[in-house]
T-cell receptor
Framework: AQSVTQLGSHVSVSEGALVLLRCNYSSSVPPYLFWYVQYPNQGLQLLLKYTSAATLVKGINGFEAEFKKSETSFHLTKPSAHMSDAAEYFC?????????????FGGGTRLMVKP | KAGVTQTPRYLIKTRGQQVTLSCSPISGHRSVSWYQQTPGQGLQFLFEYFSETQRNKGNFPGRFSGRQFSNSRSEMNVSTLELGDSALYLCASMSTSGDNEQFFGPGTRLTVL
């Protein structure tokens, strides 16, 4: 069974500071990994995805994540936080198998950006 | 290309009633998945439909069911509503390009009184 752990349900940073949101996963097969962002009263928007092509993945809005197999991690970073980055972020994993597609999500991290 | 649409956006029901939610996927997408989001349990997978067949099912009671039509539109039904069914229900569609990227709709907010 797959699982995802996001360390820190709430993270607070100052505007302009580095954003680091942590995600660790467990999977018995090579995984696809995703980061999604959710703004209030909205659905999930894909930030970036890892599909085995490159370990450093660049996404939208200046976010990037690095896949580290040895650490089973896929942490999300952004060099400089903006006020508009305040939202909830979800890490998710799915199998690369053919037996359907199911995302397993972490518990989410709410990012707060202080002026 | 239009995104995933879900109707209605908001719904209020009472315990014991049943409800049907609708999802229209992105044009050309044949896979539709449903997720339940609650503050206590987070995001949980309900089921996935592909070409009108349920391909995957999460760990939810039989009161939760779904179907998919030949045009890939999907509905989910919850019978005998309980207070704990209050949640945001998200639908996601996926292409068959092989990278498992799912595109989410805005969700239907269900409140059970």
């Amino acid at each position: 069974a797959q699982s995802v752990t996001q360390l820190g349900s709430h993270v607070s940073v100052s505007e302009g500071a580095l954003v680091l949101l942590r995600c660790n996963y467990s999977s018995s097969v090579p995984p696809y990994l995703f980061w999604y962002v959710q703004y209030p009263n909205q659905g999930l928007q894909l930030l970036l995805k890892y599909t085995s092509a490159a370990t450093l993945v660049k996404g939208i809005n200046g976010f990037e994540a690095e896949f580290k197999k040895s650490e089973t991690s896929f942490h999300l970073t952004k060099p400089s936080a903006h006020m508009s980055d305040a939202a909830e972020y979800f890490c998710a994993v799915s199998d690369m198998g053919d037996a359907g597609n199911m995302l397993t999500f972490g518990g989410g991290t709410r990012l707060m950006v202080k002026p | 290309k239009a995104g995933v649409t879900q109707t209605p956006r908001y719904l209020i029901k009472t315990r014991g009633q049943q409800v049907t939610l609708s999802c229209s996927p992105i044009s050309g997408h044949r896979s539709v998945s449903w997720y339940q989001q609650t503050p206590g349990q987070g995001l949980q997978f309900l089921f996935e439909y592909f070409s009108e067949t349920q391909r995957n099912k999460g760990n939810f009671p039989g009161r939760f069911s779904g179907r998919q039509f030949s045009n890939s539109r999907s509905e989910m039904n919850v019978s005998t509503l309980e207070l704990g069914d209050s949640a945001l229900y998200l639908c996601a569609s996926m292409s068959t390009s092989g990278d498992n990227e799912q595109f989410f709709g805005p969700g239907t907010r269900l409140t059970v009184l």
